[in-house]
């Protein structure tokens, strides 16, 4: 399960770096055609969110640490950020399909920042989900315990 | 402002959602000041998202049905489980961990459905949720708690609604027409036959066009590559006379996915709508398909193609068709397509300033037809004018005003009537630089400055006086049909995409509007999204009857292209009178293209409904 966990972190890492590929595919597409960015919306409105779910799922079967698990999901919300950024721009400003303003694109050059967050994360969750799988067997079998121990499975200082 | 209550309510959810998860990360980390405080947020921002949707509901139940049913019922399920596990004492616990986190997938439900789902939220989206939410626990609990023995039958209690709402929420087929045994072919139903129409005395007017690539010039030089009709941008205008027999031959050169003629906002007989996939097959290089019908109708139309016309349209296979009135028309009568090429807006081809030398007392009438995919803003600077025309049909009483702006819908079209005076006249349209300028001969040519961006728009809710009408908001219909457009996940082309949707599904899975011959119908338009949608009829005149609960006060107003734009209800009714099967769709094109379509089908009448890029 923990190689699955692994292979997922990169799947989430291949179909993000594809995303910044695709992204500068449709921002040089002249003239502008909305058609540019087909493959940059089908890939972060469906790849990278349902595979960062996946990766999530199997993540808590494996039983990593609990910060491991919010590292895997951390994409999905990101991408959900991503969308919610639309949404403040639709309702703070006055910005059209056809005709933004500097206060809407002031707000969507977050767009690109939020990317980046996107990237960390999942960078850090393929490098993390490698020593997962490297000191994985070495690992001792957890043991039934209390609260103690579920927060540090959370990942936090107790 | 309901545009702008669905953007709070959703970000409402999202605020709700994070400060949940934030509350349950906390606690498992032992941080109990900082969970209380965020799950006093997360509370806060749910008795705010409440708040919301009942300020929403005022607008109608279309805009918050999936939060009433779905949304704020679990986001509630979500409260009670973190309520119940804060009764049993202050400690932190495993349970509680769990039971934020819980909290937080409940509270995230509304927020996705609002963006991914929309209008209706139906019982296997709230099975999937729910399904959704309990499998989340179980992961949670399994990741938080101590190890227990694995529980299959847990699993798959957990599961189970979530593979019941997936069976429950497939897609339903695309929507065949039912009863097409012995129905008629809508390809059948044609015009009046020129041979014997002549022979009768009606005169026939003869055109040819011909689709074609070419490269077109602007009159600034700058060339576009271009599908045009004979080789020109826009094709070659037809102006005819009340009471002609229009017959038009459309011939394909090299246009390699096909061609038709849609006589947009022309009530012709189905066969001759130019739908292809529906009405008849696109015309392929090498073939032909002559149109022909009676132009009974006087007023301002225009002519495009319906196979691809995303991009079709954009690219410019449309030109202009005008029935000028039996008496004829005095004075100026200029037709003025407006159209973006790429990213260069021109009015015809000129996407530079053009003057026209006008004598002074001239009746002019400009009639303008919005080509694109927007609206767009008209601003006539320097003089009183009319709106006399809208959508080809003339408005009732229209009124003088001066520094109003119009607002003119995609697809749309408006005939501005005014009376030359001494003072130079100029036709802005948004902040373009292809203004259209009327002169006295001999004078200097104004600078091209306004202040139109301060005008109100022209609010045609009441603009005019009201006139006969065969119907209103009071009669008794036949059939309520309804549209609730919105953005959502499904299927358009067989391939699942982020659809433009009508009643939350993309074209050909959306429900067709049944009609029998003679029927009234009242056609209720509502729009969730955040873009605007002009929504087109085939086939018919609709009449405006409200906009958000308000009656129409001036003119009657028939339409073929209405701007529904985010949060607004139009409701408009139609006499079913030109039976077929007919596309009605918004003529936003790349919204149409992505799934946003719908049949209006008479019974016992039948089209194949294989096509969905014929939109």
């Not at chain 2, 016309?309 to 954009?314: E, K, L, W």
């Not at chain 2, 053009?354 to 601003?379: E, F, K, Q």
């Given at each position: 399960v923990r190689k699955v966990y692994l292979a997922m972190s990169g799947v989430v890492l291949i179909a993000v770096l594809a995303q910044f590929y695709f992204a500068a595919y449709g921002a040089f597409s002249i003239p502008r055609e909305h058609a540019s960015f087909?493959?940059?919306?089908?890939?972060?409105?469906?790849?990278?969110?349902?595979?960062?779910?996946?990766?999530?799922?199997?993540?808590?079967?494996?039983?990593?640490?609990?910060?491991?698990?919010?590292?895997?999901?951390?994409?999905?919300?990101?991408?959900?950020?991503?969308?919610?950024?639309?949404?403040?721009?639709?309702?703070?400003?006055?910005?059209?399909?056809?005709?933004?303003?500097?206060?809407?694109?002031?707000?969507?050059?977050?767009?690109?920042?939020?990317?980046?967050?996107?990237?960390?994360?999942?960078?850090r969750g393929v490098v993390r989900a490698w020593r997962v799988v490297r000191e994985g067997s070495a690992r001792p079998p957890a043991e039934p315990v209390a609260m103690q121990e579920a927060a540090e499975r959370i990942g936090a200082p107790a | 402002v309901t545009a702008r209550l669905i953007d709070a309510e959703l970000l409402a959810g999202a605020l709700s959602t994070a400060a949940w998860l934030g509350a349950g990360w906390s606690a498992a980390a032992r941080r109990r000041r900082l969970a209380t405080a965020l799950v006093t947020l997360a509370v806060l921002a749910l008795v705010g998202r409440i708040g919301l949707v009942l300020a929403l509901s005022r607008a109608g139940w279309w805009f918050v049905q999936e939060k009433v049913t779905v949304a704020v019922p679990l986001a509630l399920i979500g409260v009670a489980a973190v309520a119940l596990t804060i009764r049993r004492g202050p400690e932190p616990s495993a349970r509680k961990v769990v039971a934020l986190f819980v909290a937080g997938y409940t509270a995230a439900a509304g927020p996705l459905l609002g963006l991914f789902v929309g209008y209706p939220a139906t019982w296997g989206a709230g099975l999937?949720?729910?399904?959704?939410?309990?499998?989340?626990?179980?992961?949670?609990?399994?990741?938080?708690?101590?190890?227990?023995?694995?529980?299959?039958?847990?699993?798959?209690?957990?599961?189970?609604?979530?593979?019941?709402?997936?069976?429950?929420?497939?897609?339903?087929?695309?929507?065949?027409?039912?009863?097409?045994?012995?129905?008629?072919?809508?390809?059948?139903?044609?015009?009046?036959?020129?041979?014997?129409?002549?022979?009768?005395?009606?005169?026939?007017?003869?055109?040819?066009?011909?689709?074609?690539t070419a490269e077109v010039t602007l009159s600034s030089g700058r060339r576009v590559r271009a599908w045009t009709f004979d080789g020109q941008v826009p094709g070659p205008a037809i102006r005819v006379t009340q009471g002609d027999l229009v017959e038009v031959t459309v011939r394909n050169l090299d246009i390699t996915d096909g061609v038709t003629l849609h006589w947009h906002g022309y009530d012709v007989p189905v066969g001759e709508d130019g739908v292809a996939g529906m009405t008849q097959d696109?015309?392929?290089?090498?073939?032909?398909?002559?149109?022909?019908?009676?132009?009974?109708?006087?007023?301002?139309?225009?002519?495009?193609?319906?196979?691809?016309?995303?991009?079709?349209?954009?690219?410019?296979?449309?030109?202009?068709?005008?029935?000028?009135?039996?008496?004829?028309?005095?004075?100026?009568?200029?037709?003025?397509?407006?159209?973006?090429?790429?990213?260069?807006?021109?009015?015809?081809?000129?996407?530079?300033?053009?003057?026209?030398?006008?004598?002074?007392?001239?009746?002019?009438?400009?009639?303008?037809?919005?080509?694109?995919?927007?609206?767009?803003?008209?601003?006539?600077?320097?003089?009183?004018f009319r709106v006399a025309a809208l959508d080809g049909t003339d408005l009732n009483g229209p009124a003088e005003v001066r520094r109003v702006a119009v607002r003119l819908a995609a697809g749309g079209r408006a005939d501005l009537a005014l009376v030359m005076g001494t003072e130079p006249v100029t036709l802005r349209i948004d902040d373009h630089a292809a203004v259209v300028r009327l002169v006295r001969p001999g004078t200097a040519v104004p600078a091209a400055t306004g202040d139109g961006d301060a005008w109100p728009t022209l609010d045609l809710t009441r603009y005019g006086t009201p006139g006969a009408v065969p119907f209103d908001a009071h009669s008794r219909f036949d059939r309520h049909h309804t549209m609730v457009l919105d953005r959502g996940l499904s299927l358009v082309d067989r391939s699942p995409t982020f659809a433009f949707t009508v009643n939350g599904h993309g074209f050909p899975h959306v429900t067709t509007q049944r009609v029998r011959a003679g029927d009234l119908v009242h056609l209720t338009v509502v729009n969730r999204s955040r873009d605007t949608h002009p929504i087109h009829v085939h086939g018919h005149h609709v009449l405006a009857l409200t906009y958000n609960g308000r009656p129409f006060l001036g003119s009657p107003l028939w339409m073929d292209t209405f701007d529904v734009q985010p949060g607004e209800v139009w409701?408009?009714?139609?006499?079913?009178?030109?039976?077929?099967?007919?596309?009605?769709?918004?003529?936003?094109?790349?919204?149409?293209?992505?799934?946003?379509?719908?049949?209006?089908?008479?019974?016992?009448?039948?089209?194949?409904?294989?096509h969905a890029h014929s939109a």
């Open positions: 087909g493959a940059h919306s089908i890939n972060g409105l469906m790849v990278i969110p349902l595979a960062s779910l996946v990766t999530t799922a199997v993540a808590a079967l494996a039983r990593v640490p609990g910060r491991l698990i919010g590292l895997a999901a951390a994409p999905f919300g990101l991408v959900m950020v991503q969308f919610l950024i639309f949404v403040v721009v639709h309702l703070v400003t006055e910005m059209t399909m056809e005709r933004s303003t500097p206060g809407a694109q002031a707000i969507l050059g977050l767009h690109a920042m939020n990317a980046l967050a996107i990237l960390a994360v999942s960078v | 999937i949720l729910l399904g959704a939410v309990a499998v989340a626990a179980g992961l949670t609990w399994r990741a938080v708690a101590p190890p227990v023995r694995p529980r299959p039958v847990g699993w798959l209690l957990a599961a189970a609604p979530l593979i019941l709402g997936t069976a429950v929420a497939v897609t339903p087929p695309a929507s065949a027409e039912p009863g097409t045994l012995n129905a008629i072919p809508v390809s059948a139903v044609r015009g009046p036959n020129p041979a014997t129409a002549e022979a009768a005395g009606v005169p026939v007017r003869r055109f040819t066009l011909t689709a074609r696109a015309v392929l290089p090498g073939r032909e398909f002559v149109y022909r019908f009676l132009a009974d109708t006087a007023g301002t139309y225009w002519y495009h193609t319906h196979e691809v016309s995303d991009p079709g349209v954009r690219l410019g296979l449309y030109g202009m068709f005008v029935v000028l009135p039996r008496p004829g028309v005095a004075g100026l009568d200029l037709t003025l397509p407006l159209h973006t090429f790429g990213s260069t807006f021109a009015v015809g081809d000129r996407d530079e300033p053009t003057t026209h030398p006008v004598a002074p007392g001239t009746a002019v009438r400009l009639r303008i037809v919005n080509t694109d995919s927007a609206p767009h803003r008209l601003m006539l600077d320097g003089t009183p409701e408009v009714a139609l006499r079913a009178d030109n039976p077929g099967v007919w596309m009605n769709h918004c003529h936003n094109l790349r919204h149409a293209a992505g799934g946003m379509a719908v049949h209006l089908a008479y019974d016992g009448y039948a089209a194949p409904t294989h």
